[in-house]
């Protein structure tokens, strides 16, 4: 009689299958690499949001991870590119824009692992003020797409006199074939920033949050 895979073992499998490392998967799911051995060893269990997370990340469902049922999905045989995004500070963000960027992106030793598809100028930010709440959190990780035009309403990264914030962008007019625009936050206790009054450069869209279990 054939021995059944363990949970662990399905997900060792799984994550070598596509390319992941211990760290790169953690990294992906906002959890430490030393959560995912613990999984592997199946001394814990990955639980509510860890679990959707790893099922995505592993391109299968939660069923079969948790007990083998059901069968992987087909695609995952061609699973996505994972792209290695660079981990900044604020501070840090403010060179991306200029020459410091490719010294950035040599230099970083901190990254975040995404399978969405991203330019080579994509980067990620840890959200430090209270502007953005409720919806936003400080400790939260934002990954930002240069290459994605900013849409009213989005969420963007941008450089406020020489200041990285992370507001939502918002168009007045067009004036002389640019756009005069503000950069609101969420909290009403912060103040907005007018292009007209400020030097206000967006830097990047947002395409992914990534919060940390502990965050609540």
Not at 21 to 30: D, Y
Not at 31 to 36: F, K, L, Q, Y
Not at 52 to 81: S, Y
Request: hydrophobic share 40%.
């Amino acid at each position: 009689m054939m021995m059944k895979e363990s949970m662990g073992e399905r997900i060792r499998t799984r994550r070598k299958a596509l390319a992941y490392t211990q760290q790169a998967l953690a990294s992906g799911i906002g959890v430490s690499h030393v959560a995912v051995s613990q999984w592997e060893k199946e001394e814990t269990v990955p639980r509510g949001e860890n679990l959707l997370r790893l099922a995505e990340l592993l391109q299968c469902t939660p069923a079969w991870i948790i007990d083998g049922d059901g069968e992987v999905f087909d695609h995952a045989t061609h699973p996505h590119a994972v792209t290695a995004v660079p981990l900044l500070s604020l501070a840090q963000a403010a060179g991306w824009s200029g020459e410091e960027r490719l010294r950035l992106q040599t230099q970083a030793t901190h990254f975040l692992y995404s399978d969405t598809p991203l330019s080579d100028g994509a980067l990620a930010v840890t959200l430090e003020d209270a502007a953005m709440q409720p919806d936003f959190r400080p400790g939260d990780r934002l990954i930002f797409e240069p290459a994605l035009e900013a849409k009213p309403g989005v969420v963007v990264l941008a450089l406020v006199n020489s200041h990285v914030q992370v507001r939502i962008y918002r168009v007045h007019e067009q004036r002389n074939d640019a756009p005069v625009f503000s950069l609101r936050p969420l909290n009403p206790d912060f103040p907005a920033l007018h292009s007209e009054d400020n030097q206000l450069q967006i830097i990047g869209t947002l395409v992914e949050l990534r919060r940390r279990m502990s965050q609540g």
